[in-house]
């Protein structure tokens, strides 16, 4: 029988936790054709599925999860699950993406996205199998760990499972909790496991059994054999992979980019005890790969230190800046096994790093006390970074405040500490300190969801092209934040293309063989842009005031010059990041507000968005 | 053609998976590959392949005699197959397959394809006759 819609798996599952009802409906060709998969299955699902100001914790808000057309098919990296949700972090648009075997796993059992809505009345776990869904009472693994959750649910229900979790962290609402799959990858930002957690949801296990359908079987299999033979060609399919995203941490210092000790500066010197080499030298027990990857960045570790032992799946790059350099922990056990406690907690390390770094440079400030955090704080302890982990998820004592984040925590601090709250948007920044950096800058600053990398991870073009200069950062920051989202609407990773060079025409020339449409990689990209107004014009409608004022890094990256190492005295003028918005508003259609303009709803096809926005919009 | 792995080596990415069942079968679907993958985590956190060794035991218990040899291969003929499952509970490596869509195991046929794609050199022919791409 011939696929109506070769590339998918061809319906949505409808989750209702209140009334711990399902309903399976077809997929509708037009939001594949205009929205892909993943990304954009996530950003058009949540326009439409949640109401105008929903409480992000409140029933109406929903959880969509979604695998892209290319995932779990013969394509290098094809790995790629996004979830979204309108974001506890910041009441805007979120979203977060995890690797390992969900979004195959996903596609095999029969849907390409799973809407989750309401809140159940008890903890409980929701399982697809093939088609049949059922609920689980989930109080016997409330409270537990993410990986002693997935252990757990693995023994009872079969290995051959695919789990995602929350930990304590999400089922106490801290707003960065995340969702744990695969004893050790995450998605991570943005609040999708508060959400998880507001729903009493503790887990989703996900097995099926199905083909999935494409277009030209012998195509498809004769290009993905040639995509995964350039990447076995490739330099870096050797040089990279030994270290995976942690082999950047010195070129990252070099350039004067690491944050360290609370971005008060951008050189870590002890950052070679905290590198790649020191994983694979002292604490590698396995490579890992996400599912259908030549270039297996997981580096599976165990830790001993004198707090105890632990297997670790990482640290991978953000953590070794975030929790490693921020916090200024100095020894690769001593990251990895901070690692593991945030994993267990459910805690994203990018923000749990970003706070617990923000709470040490409060108490060295004497903005926080002895008395009020309960015992003394220091860089480079890991029994402090330990302690406020585990306050955090417990929301005990200043635990309370720190798991609202440092924008929250910031406002009731106060004494100045909203300067080096180092947020946008509400979102903890991710691991490139931008002040010698204006491209890397402007990508943390429109970031949709806040100050994260991967829509736009601009810094090797500010070292490749000058530093200084703003010319053509707006051009390449746009550029950037259309193609790499692209992979999350596509299902896919993109670390083949980012890391060895793997060339993008590979994909553009596998994408019709899949699906039978005749997109370009042109059009592709158009509808990723489609995309990007979308979640754009959603914060706006969630937010009062929404646009500009919200596109701005902390003061200290625009008032102090960085302190010392290779990027000394620099930082960007306030009038400079005027300039860098103006330039991006003026390319990318929007108002000096940063508000998408009418001519620019109309021509992206997001017509519908007018009527919500109404005089917002210019 | 004779597989050997190298567990050590194994990400447990399954490509090898995918591209056996798109050579075997011709669909894009990992659930009917015929080599198996155990992810060992959180402890100790290894990876252990599940192959063919082509011992000829499934052909021995066959009570059809639906399995032969050839060139050191054992095939299953899908004429005289009643899919009682014996082979695939005899078999001493477990590495024989049922998938509902399919009226017989799912046995390695000594294609080589998870050898030509394993990123990673942990499924290996022990022959030298097929190697990675």
Known sequence: MKAKLPGYAGQILYVDLTTQKTETRPLPPELAREYLGGRGFVARLLWDEVPAGTDPLGPENRVVIAAGP??????????????????????????????????????????????????????????????????????????????ETETRLKAKLGHDFQIMTIGPAGEKL??????????????????????????????????????????????????????????????GFEEWTPYGTAGVTDWVNEVGAFPTRNFQTSYFPEHERINGQRIREKILVTDKGCFGCPIPCGKYSRVKVQRGEAFVEGPEYETIALIGGNCALATIEEVGYA????????????????????????????????????????????????????????????????????????????????????????????????????????SYMTADVGAHHNRSWAITYDVAVGRETLEGKAEKVIELQHIRPLFDALGLCRLQWVEIGFELEHYAAIFPLVTGWDYSWTDLLAISERIWNLTRSFSAREIEGYGRDFDYPPARFYEEPIPDGPAQGRFIPKEQLEELLDRYYHLRGWDRRGLPTRAKLEKMGLQFVLDALGEKVS | MLLGTRDDLCSGCRTCQVACSLEVFGVVNPKKAALGIDALFPNPGKYRLVTCDQCGECAQVCPLGAIDQKDGIYLIDANVCNLCGLCVTSCPRQAMFTHPDLSMPIKCTGCGECVRYCPRGAVYDVHGEVSRK
């Not at chain 1, 009345?121 to 059922?134: Q, T």
């Not at chain 1, 707003?175 to 009493?200: E, L, P």
């Not at chain 1, 989703?204 to 060609?233: L, N, T, W």
């Not at chain 1, 970074?385 to 601090?413: H, P, W």
């Open chain 1, 174 to 235: 801290v707003k960065f909790a995340c969702i744990s799959h695969d004893f050790g990858r995450q998605a991570g930002r943005t609040g999708v496991g508060t959400v998880f957690g507001s729903k009493q949801l503790k887990a989703i296990a996900i097995r099926g059994s199905r083909d999935v359908p494409v277009a030209d079987v012998k195509g498809v299999q004769e290009h993905g054999r040639k995509m995964y033979e350039v990447c076995f060609s490739k330099p």
């Open chain 1, 339 to 442: 690692n593991y406690v945030a994993d267990e907690l459910g805690l994203d390390t990018i923000s749990a790093g970003n706070v617990a770094a923000f709470a040490i440079e409060c108490y060295e400030k004497g903005l926080l006390t002895e008395e009020q955090v309960g015992r003394k704080l220091a860089w480079g302890c890991l029994d402090s970074v330990v302690f406020l982990l585990e306050a955090m998820a417990a929301r005990e004592g200043i635990g309370d405040l720190l798991a609202e984040g440092v924008k929250t925590a910031a406002s009731v601090i106060k004494g100045g500490s909203e300067k080096f709250a180092i947020h946008v948007k509400g979102l903890e920044w991710s691991g490139y300190e931008a002040r010698y950096a204006p491209a890397m800058m402007l």
């Open chain 1, 70 to 147: 290319l995932s779990g098919l013969f394509i290098p990296g094809a790995g790629k699950l996004h979830l979204g949700t309108k974001s506890p972090a910041t009441g805007g648009y979120g979203d977060a993406n995890v690797g390992g075997h969900l979004a195959p796993e996903l596609k095999y059992a029969g849907y390409d996205a799973v809407v989750i809505r309401g809140v159940s009345e008890h903890p409980c776990v929701v399982v697809i199998d093939d088609g049949a869904v059922r609920f689980l009472d989930g109080s016997q693994w409330w409270g537990q760990g993410a990986i």
